[in-house]
């Protein structure tokens, strides 16, 4: 819910949430049907649209469970349903016939008469596969009615997004469920089969060899193509991430869309925006299958998550004596050099000179869960983040 409301505050115009069951990304703290209601309500209430995820490829004992989870959700006035499986469109379009339904990119739409094939099934929007290229997203486009809606940031799958067997098979936990243990990241070695055991490296360099692991995609230097393309929705993924991983990206996408807008002739990147998304977590950046098939220079070979910046605190409010109220979600030090973020691009920096806690006992050091007040924050606002910057960090 915390990020849902992060998402919105930052920018989305829609946001998209799973549910318990059938929704995928089950890792992620998905919403109860209570919760939903209440995502819902305050979307709506915010002008934000919200669709529900349904996009799991179920078999065929799981069908009368998902009937079952529909008939739960029904009352749920979300948008649109995004399903992938054809039967679940086809479940979606008899017993909720007045709902629209989103193709999941998980049905991997790579052509325009798949498009329209999903068109002439009820499908309101299709959201393509990350894996077509920016004339087949125009070509698509001019050739069906069909709302479409692109990826432009986020994890890329080294499968047709996401139809893979590789967590399945090495971990029993299968992406098609929504339960991926992302090992197209390890790290892989060769054994010969009359020698078990005996592990042979596979040396790209020094790292060791991360043979199916893609950068990040990263299409904000595009966003003027592909508004002109007539993709009708830009979509970030973010359902595994943290807040600041969403409010950051958002608040980037949120400006370069406004500022294209406002003026589509004299429209140009900002190195704010760049410099920006470089501070969130990530894999390296590549533009995926946009401006053609990817090369070796879009796959990252080093497994490396690159982090300069990390989140410490979100802003709640007003403390009732003064000050600022915080959540402290990484150890925060007095003598910090902190940065504040909010909504559009601009963030202000700070030295943490004196903070205390709800009892108005001063602190030295502050921890995760831990609510603290500090002084001099004027004008920041619920929601408003605070991050910290550190030494680049490589990881596996
Ligand atoms: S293992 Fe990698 S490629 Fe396969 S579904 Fe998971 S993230 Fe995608």
Request: charged share 25%; proline share 4%.
């Amino acid at each position: 819910m915390e990020k849902l409301k992060v998402a919105i505050r930052y920018g989305a115009d829609a946001v998209y949430l799973g549910g318990k069951s059938f929704g995928l990304r089950n890792l992620a703290d998905n919403f109860d049907v209570p919760e939903l209601a209440e995502a819902v309500e305050y979307a709506h209430r915010h002008g934000v649209k919200v669709y529900l995820t349904v996009n799991a490829f179920p078999d065929n004992a799981e069908i009368d469970a998902l009937e079952r989870y529909l008939g739960e959700i029904a009352e749920i006035p979300c948008d649109a349903y995004i399903a992938a499986d054809p039967g679940v469109v086809a479940l979606l379009r008899e017993l909720y016939p007045q709902r629209d339904i989103h193709l999941s990119t998980q049905a991997n739409t790579t052509n325009w008469r798949s498009a329209k094939f999903w068109q002439s099934q009820g499908v309101t929007r299709v959201n393509l596969a990350r894996e077509m290229s920016l004339d087949d997203i125009r070509e698509t486009s001019g050739r069906c009615e069909v709302e479409l809606e692109a990826f432009v940031h986020g994890a890329m799958c080294i499968s047709y997004s996401g139809r893979c067997l590789i967590s399945s098979a090495l971990t029993g936990r299968d992406a098609n469920k929504g339960e991926c243990t992302q090992p197209c990241r390890w790290n892989y070695a060769i054994v010969e089969e009359s020698r078990p055991g005996e592990f042979f490296p596979i040396m790209e360099d020094d790292s060791g060899s991360f043979i199916f692991n893609s950068k990040d995609l990263c299409l904000i230097e595009h966003l003027p193509e592909l508004v002109q393309s007539g993709v009708a929705s830009l979509k970030i993924e973010g359902r595994m991430k943290g807040i600041y991983y969403a409010a950051s990206v958002i608040r980037v996408y949120r400006a370069a869309l406004d500022s294209y807008w406002q003026d589509p002739v004299g429209y140009r990147v900002r190195p704010e925006w760049l410099e920006e998304l470089s501070k969130v977590s990530h894999r390296g950046y590549t533009t995926g299958f946009l401006l053609g098939k990817p090369r070796d220079l879009d796959h990252e070979y080093l497994s490396r998550y690159v982090r300069s910046y990390e989140f410490v605190a979100i802003v709640e409010g007003d403390a009732p004596g003064g000050g600022t109220l915080l959540a402290v979600r990484n150890r925060l030090l007095l003598g910090d050099t902190l940065e504040l973020i909010g909504q559009g691009c601009s963030f202000s920096t700070f030295t943490l000179t004196a903070m205390r806690n709800e009892e108005g006992l001063p602190l030295q050091e502050a921890h995760p869960n831990q609510k603290v007040i500090v002084a001099g924050l004027g004008g920041a606002g619920r929601f408003d983040l605070v991050r910290r910057e550190k030494a680049a960090q490589v990881a596996s």
